[in-house]
């Protein structure tokens, strides 16, 4: 009995293996202007839509991220990319302001929280699985990291502000996960 009451114990404890992150220089993000740090762990997760052109391969969605990092801090003088991660159609996360670095993503969020972008257009559809799986999966590395509270509490961009991101139909997806509104 006690044996198995350790296997047991052992499965409860293994934790989401984390999705592949691309590096800031791994993807030639332009230096940061400035730096806020942010006290982790956070009580929220933001999701958010790029609302551009979709991207599917590491090279393409590096040229996606590329350009959010210009708009953001060339038209809207931002400090950097606004978002902490930004994750691609190709599976792939890609490194914005990270786990630690106060964001410029949702007014009123973005000192304690996480802001999740996911590249391409979401009116009209969902995320492929490969994305969906690893924001879900992104979301779990930062609670077992302890960047992310256990008990965060998920929330769309237009929570925040009057905006249609993260898009309608991806809206309604993320409000059937679990932690939405909690």
Not at 110 to 126: A, E, K, L, P, Y
């Amino acid at each position: 009995m006690l044996s198995f009451f350790i296997v047991i114990l052992a499965f409860s404890t293994v934790k989401a293996e984390c999705p592949t992150i691309v590096s800031r220089t791994e993807w030639g993000a332009r230096a940061p202007i400035s730096t806020n740090p942010m006290a982790n762990p956070v009580p929220y997760v933001v999701i958010h839509h790029g609302a551009s052109v979709p991207c599917n391969t590491k090279s393409s969605c590096i040229s996606v991220v590329k350009g959010y990092q210009n708009l953001h801090m060339d038209t809207n003088k931002w400090d950097d990319i606004g978002y902490s991660f930004i994750v691609g159609e190709d599976s792939n996360v890609y490194e914005g302001r990270g786990w630690s670095r106060t964001g410029a993503h949702a007014p009123g969020f973005n000192s304690n929280s996480i802001g999740i972008c996911v590249i391409g257009d979401f009116t009209s559809r969902n995320p492929n699985s490969l994305a969906i799986e690893a924001v879900k999966n992104l979301i779990q590395c930062g609670v077992d990291l302890g960047k992310i509270k256990p008990t965060y509490s998920l929330r769309g961009h237009r929570d925040s502000s009057a905006t249609a991101c993260p898009g309608d139909t991806f809206y309604a997806l993320i409000k059937t996960w679990p932690r939405y509104g909690a």
